[in-house]
């Protein structure tokens, strides 16, 4: 059975990030993460009768929550590939861009997609069911050390080496296929008052992994800087440090490493310019809606400078 929309996922800081666009009534918006559509919805209220919206989102189920508005263009793919989608629909330059980062409720509270361990489910977490890798295939053939990897990078637990060796010791015994043995794989290592703290890193990282979601991300990032025209808008909502940190300083300049470059003529070359400081939800927000709690709005505004005519 479908959710309906709002239940499928509440969108988070929906005001704040749509009013970051600054919508045009005419204007060409992306909406990269469409989920239940929320913000798409919030869009499409802004946009006049000659706006137009084009929504991405690799995950099968959100295709049902697709209003029927001939200003929506519906493209069910990862926003990863935006610029080949937007050039096969005729669009070479968009006003603004907004992405919520963030795993839907939906993918959360479906047991037999894999993301929580709060429930008992397939070790799956493709955000696409099409792909080929699975958290399972990475727990029973990963080797410690690229487990350990995983774990420290993606999910910044300290004591990654020691899930890593957990794992590999459990396997051994019996294949990891769901997530309640992957939960009792780690557990001797899991001090009871961080138990669920320590379990929410390693299954980002897991799910980070699978959905190969920075490079995504990075992806995304670069090709919004082709793609928004001067004066457009770029709004992005993460939800951990991982994403905030590509997000700022992609933002700051213009690259990952957060060193601004100078151009042949010594000018700086930065596309974005930041408006104001980031965004997090009000108290009554996250009372409303637990999971916004750790969302950052970052928006920035597309420069004149070194813009492609």
Same mark, same amino acid.
């Given at each position: 059975?479908?959710?309906?929309?709002?239940?499928?996922?509440?969108?988070?800081? =929906?005001?704040?990030?749509?009013? @970051?666009?600054?919508?045009?009534?005419?204007?060409?918006?992306?909406?990269?993460?469409?989920?239940?559509?929320?913000?798409?919805?919030?869009?499409?209220?802004? =946009?006049?009768? !000659?706006?137009?919206?084009?929504?991405?989102?690799?995950?099968?189920?959100?295709?049902?929550?697709?209003?029927?508005?001939?200003?929506?263009?519906?493209?069910?793919?990862?926003?990863?590939?935006?610029?080949?989608?937007?050039?096969?629909?005729?669009?070479?330059?968009?006003?603004?861009?907004?992405?919520?980062?963030?795993?839907?409720?939906? &993918?959360?509270?479906?047991?037999?997609?894999?993301?929580?361990?709060?429930?008992?489910?397939?070790?799956?977490?493709?955000?696409?069911?099409?792909?080929?890798?699975?958290?399972?295939?990475?727990?029973?053939?990963?080797?410690?050390? !690229?487990?350990?990897?995983?774990?420290?990078?993606?999910?910044?637990?300290?004591?990654?080496?020691?899930?890593?060796?957990?794992?590999?010791?459990?396997?051994?015994?019996?294949?990891?296929?769901?997530?309640?043995?992957?939960?009792?794989?780690?557990?001797?290592? =899991?001090?009871?008052?961080?138990?669920?703290?320590?379990?929410?890193?390693?299954? &980002?990282?897991?799910?980070?992994?699978?959905?190969?979601?920075?490079?995504?991300?990075?992806?995304?990032?670069? &090709?919004?800087? !082709?793609?928004?025209?001067?004066?457009?808008?770029? @709004?992005?909502?993460?939800?951990?440090? =991982?994403?905030?940190?590509?997000?700022?300083?992609?933002?700051?300049?213009?690259?990952?490493?957060?060193?601004?470059?100078?151009?042949?003529?010594?000018?700086?070359?930065?596309?974005?310019?930041?408006?104001?400081?980031?965004?997090?939800?009000?108290?009554?927000?996250? !009372?409303?809606?637990?999971?916004?709690?750790?969302?950052?709005?970052?928006?920035?505004?597309?420069?004149?400078?070194?813009?492609?005519?």
């Amino acid at each position: 059975m479908t959710k309906k929309p709002d239940a499928y996922h509440i969108p988070v800081l =929906l005001k704040e990030s749509v009013d @970051a666009l600054n919508i045009r009534p005419d204007g060409v918006y992306v909406d990269a993460t469409f989920g239940g559509g929320g913000h798409s919805r919030e869009i499409l209220k802004r =946009l006049g009768p !000659e706006g137009k919206l084009f929504a991405f989102d690799k995950d099968p189920d959100a295709a049902a929550n697709v209003p029927d508005d001939p200003r929506l263009v519906f493209i069910p793919s990862d926003f990863r590939f935006l610029k080949n989608h937007l050039r096969f629909h005729g669009v070479r330059r968009i006003d603004g861009l907004l992405a919520d980062l963030g795993i839907s409720s939906h &993918q959360i509270d479906t047991p037999e997609r894999g993301f929580s361990y709060r429930f008992e489910g397939r070790l799956d977490m493709r955000m696409d069911a099409g792909g080929e890798l699975e958290a399972a295939k990475i727990v029973n053939e990963y080797d410690e050390e !690229e487990l350990a990897r995983i774990f420290s990078q993606y999910g910044e637990l300290k004591n990654a080496r020691n899930l890593a060796k957990a794992i590999v010791r459990y396997r051994k015994e019996k294949p990891i296929r769901t997530t309640t043995e992957l939960v009792e794989a780690v557990s001797p290592h =899991l001090p009871k008052k961080q138990a669920n703290k320590m379990l929410s890193k390693l299954f &980002q990282a897991l799910r980070i992994e699978v959905n190969g979601e920075l490079e995504a991300l990075k992806d995304m990032l670069r &090709q919004s800087a !082709e793609l928004i025209r001067p004066g457009g808008r770029l @709004a992005v909502i993460t939800y951990h440090s =991982l994403e905030d940190r590509l997000v700022k300083r992609f933002i700051q300049s213009g690259n990952f490493e957060g060193k601004v470059e100078k151009d042949f003529y010594g000018n700086y070359s930065v596309p974005f310019k930041k408006m104001g400081k980031f965004i997090t939800p009000s108290p009554a927000e996250v !009372e409303a809606n637990p999971r916004a709690r750790s969302a950052k709005l970052r928006v920035a505004e597309r420069t004149e400078q070194n813009d492609e005519k």
